[in-house]
């Protein structure tokens, strides 16, 4: 009676909802790319509950692959005419009956104009209660429905080992056949729906987590509150009655467990896999970082070329970018400003072939989606090549569109001693922080809370008083050396190449560290990164900088590294820098790190115990299966800097065990980051990447966690797990 059966999962209970009935229905809408291009579509969601189908008269192998999402792709639905496409429609069709689908990644958005108000707001509303319940139970539903070849409801056994192939397992033989064998009740040769229940629940027994909560178990099937709360104990966590009465509460779905306060194995498992129970520390997902600090007291989540799609040749120029660099969390963005037609200035990368975007578009974007993922301050940075002219236009767009955001004036008349902090509680609503800066540079801030936005202007050439006087703090101008600079107010700002930056770091770090301290300096990639490729964010961070700006457009190790850094304090795209990183006085030097400020010699021990349901990697080969093998990085000083990694294990993506320990010694824990990447082995070539995880060192709760892995792009790799062990030793430091 302690069973919870595959049948009782969140599913159920979406497939009660109106919206999701109507989606099931089916809706015929159009689908838009520009006034000229607009097709009829059929969308459909499926009965897997996860699959919409995308009815196309497009016959290629590429259009029959975009036909179809899954929901677990889409990162949100926005309502009316917010896409390029649909702004450009606005006026001329209902915004009612108008959305966009976003997708994680690569994928374009999809912008959608429905026959009526009624059909967008099921869509609209439709989506949200599957994203929020999608479990593994859920996943492993699409892929039954799908094995199921003849659609009679039931798998014979060659149709079983089709699922086993889609899930990513590979069984042998006499293994899968005498769990059918258990399954098949009726010995038929045929599971039916409740067999097939009991088949997929064999499979997904966790035995590495029966372990554990065997360990705590006084019978071994159900925990006490008792039990549960030394469980907690050991873990690290609030070891309270009350605390462990609220889990059971939340996770057990078995009314009498729950009503007799206990948790059963399902219970434990559910919360467990809970971001409860996350690898990070769920009390970093809120903002918990002193805000009142001086802007350079803080990493800022920065972009390069913000409008760019992909490379800085040929790519197009879009506002689209800009929404997903703010959802993001990111607060400062670049705009690089040129003359265009009609009196009107463009942003595009210029002297190249990308496409041009209007600023105006841009600045609506901005004002648009700027305060949605934080409220803290955001930084426009912009490259100024206009005319006066056009420079006169800028500045009035950005007075009429920010309005009482754009911060036009000191915050109060006294002599500045240090920039503002991001939390502006007591100042009206006003965004515009820079000021004059180097040649051909211009950019814009925006303090937050207050919501204000901050301009730092170039001195190059001539510049429109009307622009020039938006800039209030951040007066981007050449460095000069760090003697120099210290006689200088704070709020000076000065942009680094990634070499002219790692320069200062490896020969005087100490000196650039104190700069870094007190003003703030934004990084660049080099400007022959043509394919927009990334340095590494580390070494700045190492060094103090505040603004570390790469192309947020690129995928890959270094834009996971500063999708990790910023992931605590609420993701609000600020972090407070360690102490030693705040002082115009600090001794501390990246590059020597033997002792003194920041050396606390920690040792990092973490048992790898095993991977859920990994995804395949060639899909193009069914009988393809993952030889997963798992990879811990420390990314730090460079005395921490390090990498591990498990044994493979052969022909298993959906629950390989490695119980592998891999240990870290650390100097400086303050600024590591743990980086988790699980790869597909290879005999003959590169390892393929699977996914990864990164988060500081800072944020990383030790105990019993599971990590849940992302795709390359950084959006969610769901359902797919690691199962680790991690603790802690800090040896004193006399």
């Known amino acids: 009676f302690l069973e919870i059966p595959l049948s009782s999962s969140p599913l159920d209970w979406v497939l009660d909802d109106e919206d999701v009935r109507a989606m099931m229905h089916g809706s015929n809408m159009v689908k838009v790319r520009s006034q000229r291009w607009q097709k009829s579509r059929s969308l459909r969601l499926l009965e897997d509950g996860v699959t919409v189908w995308c009815e196309s008269t497009k016959s290629s192998r590429k259009a029959k692959a975009q036909q179809t999402f899954s929901v677990t792709e889409v990162e949100c639905v926005r309502e009316g005419c917010q896409s390029e496409a649909l702004r450009r429609l606005s006026g001329s069709v209902p915004e009612n009956q108008c959305f966009t689908v976003v997708f994680r990644g690569a994928r374009k958005s999809l912008d959608l104009l429905c026959s009526c108000e009624e059909e967008a707001r099921h869509w609209r509303f439709g989506m949200l209660p599957w994203l929020l319940s999608l479990t593994p139970h859920t996943w492993i539903r699409g892929y039954l429905r799908r094995a199921d070849e003849n ?12 699922l086993l192939q889609m899930i990513n397992i590979d069984l042998n033989e006499q293994y899968s056949r005498s769990l059918f064998k258990k399954a098949d009740r009726s010995c038929d040769g045929r599971l039916d729906h409740v067999e097939i229940e009991e088949f997929c629940r064999d499979m997904m027994r966790r035995p590495e987590l029966d372990a554990v909560f065997r360990h705590y178990s006084g019978n071994g099937c159900v925990l006490s509150t008792a039990e549960l709360r030394d469980f907690l104990g050991d873990q690290g966590e609030d070891a309270s009655l009350i605390h462990a009465q609220s889990l059971i509460r939340t996770y057990e779905l078995n009314d009498w467990a729950q009503k007799n306060q206990l948790m059963t194995q399902n219970g434990f498992t559910m919360y467990m896999l809970s971001l409860e129970n996350d690898v990070f520390n ?21 972009s390069h070329n913000t409008y760019l799609t992909k490379d800085q040749v040929t790519s197009a120029s879009s506002a689209e970018p800009y929404i997903r660099a703010l959802n993001q969390g990111c607060r400062c963005v670049e705009l690089d400003c040129w003359d265009g037609d009609k009196g009107e200035p463009v942003i595009y ?33 912009l490259e100024n090549h206009c005319t006066v002219e056009q420079q006169t236009v800028m500045a009035r767009h950005l007075r009429t569109i920010l309005g009482k955001r754009l911060l036009t004036k000191p915050l109060n008349d006294q002599p ?20 004059p800066s180097v040649p051909r540079t211009c ?60 320069k200062h770091i490896k020969d005087t770090g100490k000196l650039f560290v104190r700069h870094n301290s007190r003003q703030l300096s934004r990084i660049y990639p080099s400007g022959q990164r043509l394919q927009s490729s990334n340095y590494d964010p580390q070494d700045m961070w190492n060094g103090g900088c505040s603004m570390v700006a790469l192309n947020f457009q690129t995928p890959g190790e270094q834009m996971d590294l500063n999708q990790g850094r910023f992931l605590p304090n609420g993701r609000c795209g600020y972090i407070l820098k360690p102490s030693f990183l705040c002082s115009p006085s600090s001794n501390f030097n990246p590059e020597i790190t033997g002792g003194g400020p920041g050396h606390i010699p920690t040792q990092l021990t973490i048992r790898i115990i095993s991977a859920q349901q990994l995804p395949k990697i060639n899909t193009d080969k069914p009988n393809s299966i993952v030889d997963p093998q798992v990879l811990v990085e420390i990314h730090g000083v460079a005395i921490d800097n390090s990498r591990d990694k498990t044994h493979r294990i052969d022909n298993n993506g ?73 603790c802690l030793l800090t040896n004193s430091v006399g």
């Open 151 to 162: 659609d009679d409801g039931k798998m014979s056994y060659d149709e079983v080992k089709r």
């Open 349 to 381: 990368h210029g002297h190249t072939l990308t496409s041009k975007v209007p600023f105006k578009e841009v600045i609506e974007t901005i004002a648009q989606y700027a305060f949605k993922a934080s409220p803290y301050p955001l930084i426009l940075s």
């Open 282 to 302: 769920p009390d970093h997902a809120r903002v918990h970082q002193d805000m009142t600090r001086p802007l350079a007291h803080y990493f800022i989540s920065s």
């Open 654 to 726: 959906f629950n390989p065990r490695w119980d592998s320990t891999l240990s870290f010694p650390l100097q400086v824990p303050e600024l590591a980051l743990v980086r988790f990447v699980v790869e597909d082995h290879d005999h003959k070539a590169k390892n393929d990447f699977v996914g990864q995880y990164t988060l500081p060192f800072t944020s990383l709760r030790t105990g019993y966690r599971h990590v849940h892995l992302l795709k390359a792009d950084g959006s969610s790799l769901s359902p797919s797990t690691l199962f680790i062990h991690s």
């Open 416 to 435: 500045l001693k240090d920039l503002p902090s991001p939390e502006v509680r007591h100042t009206p609503l006003s965004p515009a922080l820079y000021s």
């Open 443 to 502: 950019c814009i801030s925006s303090v937050s809370h207050v919501r204000s936005v901050l301009l730092a202007q170039a001195v190059s050439s001539k510049l429109s008083p009307e622009l020039s006087e938006l800039v209030v703090y951040c007066r981007s101008v050449p460095f000069r050396g760090f003697q120099h600079s210290t006689q200088k107010p704070p709020d000076e700002m000065s942009s680094f190449s990634e070499n002219d930056a790692l």
